[in-house]
């Protein structure tokens, strides 16, 4: 299950996704919206989604998890749209069958889609809204090293 | 031949959602996006990425009829924040 929604997250769904028999472990990561950032007082936050190649971009993500680790299934779900504080964003469940690499694969899939996954979020504050991440600069030539992720 | 252009964040702010052109047979993306650039110079100062058909590509990629061609900042969730 890899989804972009505009719904809360439901985690269960995700438990359910990726129930196993020979799982002995299932670890699940949410990153949840959070008041503050960068000393500032945030309201809301907003995320936007390139939606179809989000959703490839998270099975392909999986798919490179399910070669590094023994694992046996992952699903992820990114909510879109307006997000209150304090309300699950992102959520990732890994089974294995020993926690050990459920967690590590966890840990790095919330890296890795944070990086590549193609979501943008939009801080609003008293005041103002910004989009987080770099927006403008000095033009790279390279697009990111994405693909080859780093351990 | 006609490509598909979308757009997301920032970048949709000053271009919109969405967009048609046509480009010469055997363009490039790095082409495409300087060409958006002369017609806009504010954009220079904007970082972006590129991806055909929902796939990252180079700047070199060559686009072909009927591409979707995105362009976007890079995404949120970079090494300063760790939520």
Request: with cysteine.
């Amino acid at each position: 299950m890899f989804r972009i929604v505009r719904t809360p997250i439901v985690l269960e769904r995700l438990v359910r996704a990726v129930r196993d028999p020979a799982a002995g472990a299932v670890v699940v990561f949410l990153g949840t919206t959070r008041n503050r950032n960068a000393g500032r007082r945030v309201v809301r936050l907003e995320y936007e989604a390139y939606g179809r190649m989000a959703a490839a971009e998270m099975r392909r993500l999986a798919a490179e998890a399910e070669r590094r680790w023994p694992i046996r299934k992952v699903a992820m779900a990114h909510r879109i749209g307006l997000v209150p504080i304090g309300q699950a964003s992102v959520a990732i469940a890994v089974s294995a069958g020993h926690r050990a690499e459920a967690f590590a694969a966890c840990r790095w899939l919330i890296d890795r889609l944070k990086a590549i996954v193609p979501i943008w979020k939009r801080e609003h504050f008293r005041g103002g809204r910004v989009w987080i991440g770099p927006q403008s600069g000095t033009p790279s030539r390279r697009p990111r090293a994405a693909r080859r992720p780093s351990r | 031949m006609r490509v598909r252009l979308v757009f997301f964040a920032a970048l949709r702010e000053r271009m919109g959602a969405r967009a048609e052109r046509s480009v010469e047979p055997g363009t490039t993306v790095g082409a495409l996006w300087r060409a958006l650039v002369a017609e806009r110079p504010e954009l220079a100062r904007i970082l972006v990425r590129f991806a055909v058909n929902e796939v990252y590509v180079e700047p070199g990629h060559r686009l072909a009829d009927g591409d979707e061609v995105a362009f976007f900042p890079p995404v949120s969730g970079g090494a300063r924040e760790a939520s």
